[in-house]
């Protein structure tokens, strides 16, 4: 049976530099998602890929 999952979400209030956001908002009107789907993205690739230096 199919279900409508919805993550459980949470507003936060981050400061970034001005040149960042407007990187950031180009990218995403470029490949049609929302800002915010797009530092979502960004940091969950940024986590699963960060070097702990336990290699």
């Known amino acids: 049976m199919f279900k409508i999952e919805k993550p459980e979400m949470v507003n936060k209030t981050f400061r970034l530099p001005l040149e960042l956001v407007e990187r ?3 990218v995403a ?3 049609g998602i929302s800002l ?3 530092v979502k993205q960004c940091c969950e690739y940024a986590l699963e890929n960060l070097d702990t230096g336990d290699k």
Do not use: A, I, Y
Request: proline share 0%; glycine share 0%.
């Open 24 to 26: 950031l908002s180009t």
């Open 29 to 31: 009107q470029n490949q």
């Open 36 to 38: 915010n789907n797009l």
